[in-house]
């Protein structure tokens, strides 16, 4: 089956007593055992839960791995993965990357004995020269939140095979309809599946899929061990959005191409980053899937215009998540990547005049004119010695 019919079956013809469409919501968290020993498959929902079961066997199966496992978010997700580490291991890094993430590792994980190298995963040669003994895994996110650095997948993989590391790769940006990291060699994906899965800003999920039997043993002890499992309700309704996630991608990705292009053009900004606009990512994308992807950021040529700016946008939201189906902006210096350090932000080139895009599914001459009144307002507010944030 291809991609498009897996997305729209998901949870369909599943429930074989009563034939419904649309697989039940399982709330009960206990599940009888009519004799010694003997269970129905379901002993407690932290375990497993028959709703939540389908979406783990469909997310596994659109990535291309062995098991699925749903997290209540994307950072449980991440967690649940890093319990396969322990105390003294390395991992190697994206170098720009999700600022959540980067807090759970420094903050968090860092305490638990866990160190980190953020590489510039577009450098191989930097790559091979982080790998150190105790190295354990490559965590890749790519696309990269929020400059949109491309990372050829197939080529880390093979640096992390020939010394025996994992290879992680954050998925949510591309999807498995953009992008599937296992056929090239991932050993474990990840989603917030908050963004583009769920599609509507109404869920809050994780999902993780690893390859391999011994591989999906371990998740699959951890998962149940820290228990951050995604709720029964909230399985049923990522599934929801699931079934029109082709759809949904072939628009976002229309209407990011066209923005990238117009903010390009427009006098009130100076850099746009967009995959399609590089050639080299646009060519290392063509060969490890089928896109680019809703997300574009850009920086305006004057800082000061920002405030005014987000304040005058009508249809775009001044919001902080993406891959819904309404666009959304985010101020990536004071939401997402706030909490990494000044300097390190600035040298990843997160600096105070880039903002990042979600493109939604609107009529793409609806967003552009609120992105030229927005731009049009804030020159002026700017010009008349108003109000500067
Ligand atoms: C949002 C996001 C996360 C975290 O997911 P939550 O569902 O918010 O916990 C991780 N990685 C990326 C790339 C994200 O965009």
């Known amino acids: 089956m291809r991609l498009e019919t897996q997305l ?25 055992h009519i004799g010694l020993g003997v269970s129905t498959g379901y002993d407690y929902s932290r375990t497993a839960n028959p709703t939540r079961d389908v979406l783990e066997e469909s997310i596994a199966r659109l990535e291309g791995g062995d098991a699925g496992f749903a997290c209540s978010s994307g950072m449980a997700a991440i967690q649940t993965v890093m319990g396969i580490f322990s105390k003294g291991d390395h991992l190697i890094v994206s170098l720009d990357l999700y600022g959540g993430t980067y807090r759970l590792f420094e903050e968090v994980l860092s305490r638990f004995g866990l160190t980190f190298s953020y590489v510039d995963l577009r450098d191989l040669d930097a ?35 020939r010394h025996q590391l994992l290879s992680i790769v954050d998925n949510t940006f591309m999807t498995p ?11 474990i994906v990840i989603h917030s599946a908050t963004k583009y899965l769920g599609g509507h800003n109404d869920v809050l999920a994780g999902l993780i899929v690893t390859k391999g039997e011994e591989l999906s043993e371990r998740i699959r002890f951890i998962h149940n061990s820290i228990g951050a499992t995604l709720g029964p309700l909230d399985a049923w309704l990522l599934m929801r959005g699931m079934k029109t996630l082709a759809l949904r991608m072939e628009k976002h990705q229309e209407n990011a191409s066209q923005l990238a292009r117009f903010l390009h053009e427009h006098p009130g900004v100076t850099e746009v980053f967009y995959p399609e606009l590089d050639e080299k990512s646009r060519s290392i994308l063509s060969e490890q899937g089928k896109g680019c992807g809703g997300m574009l950021s850009f920086r305006v040529k004057n800082k000061q215009w920002i405030g005014p700016f987000l ?58 004119q609120d992105l030229a009144n927005a731009f049009a307002q804030a020159e002026r507010t700017v010009n008349q010695g108003g109000r500067v944030r």
């Open 8 to 32: 729209a079956q998901v949870g369909t013809k599943k429930e074989k007593k009563t034939g419904a469409i649309s697989f039940p919501v399982y709330f009960a968290t206990a599940y009888e």
């Open 127 to 161: 790559v091979e020269q982080a790998v150190r003994p105790h190295t354990k895994a490559i965590f890749i996110e790519t696309v990269t939140n929020p400059l949109m650095r491309v990372t050829d997948l197939a080529a880390i993989c093979r640096i992390a095979g």
């Open 177 to 187: 309809y953009h992008q599937q990291p296992i056929q090239l060699g991932a050993d």
């Open 311 to 368: 304040e005058n946008l009508k249809i775009i939201t001044f919001a902080e998540s993406l891959g819904g189906v309404e666009s959304l902006i985010t101020y990536p210096a004071t939401q997402t990547h706030a909490d990494i350090p000044q300097d390190i932000r600035e040298k990843v080139g997160v600096c105070e005049r880039l903002l990042r895009f979600s493109a939604g599914i609107e009529h793409v001459d609806d967003l552009k």
